[in-house]
């Protein structure tokens, strides 16, 4: 079971189940499992879940954010997008002001977090060293990407991509998912918005510690990329 296989119609719960059975790039496989087994010391009473981390929200979601790759005591612990690390606390939190999120904070998956309307998903589904995925990496997991938005293409009406990594692995997942990127490439950069055919991509810088400690990223500023999305999206 790997992003190699035939992409088919599977529904979206199902696809989810795939993409956590994934084994395909044996330099996370191994980072994940080994950082699962050691853990860290503040969650040392924890099992982690140490698996690829599918997209969460729901299936018919108007609004998608593409992050970069789960964090390895984040998302690699608690087996669900941006929950459980620095990140999450500042994303999380702004879903909530805007009215996307059903609380403030997202802490394990069985925390009763509901998000309205949008679902989140990453291009690189396991954790990497160094928060780094290499390029071989990115290529590889691209196929999983590609099938979510295909089977989020019905309802889609906007995206928010988190960083440049994350902008230069969506891209071409949108093309091949049958959405007409231009040509060249729009480059990233915070606040861009790119038509494309029926949909609204928005550039965002990521919700990282180095963003958001240093003032790059406020909480306003991410506030306003969300609003935006949100509205491009028709909800609410």
Partial sequence: MDADEPLDPTPLPALDRRVAGCRACPRLVEWREEVARTKRAAFADWTYWGRPVPGFGPPDARLLIVGLAPAAHGGNRTGRMFTGDRSGDVLYQALY???LASQPTSVSADDGLALHGVR???PVHCAPPANKP????????RPWLVQELRLLRPTLRAAVVLGAFGWQAALPAFTEAGWTVPRPRPAFAHGVRVPLDGLDLFGCFHVSQRNTFTGRLTPE??????????????LG
Wanted: proline content about 4%.
């Fill in 97 to 99: 002001d805007v009215g």
């Fill in 120 to 122: 989140i998903t990453s």
């Fill in 134 to 141: 290499t390029p071989r990496e990115r290529d590889t997991c």
């Fill in 221 to 234: 500023m991410l506030r306003e990329v969300l609003r935006t999305a949100a509205t491009a999206a028709g």
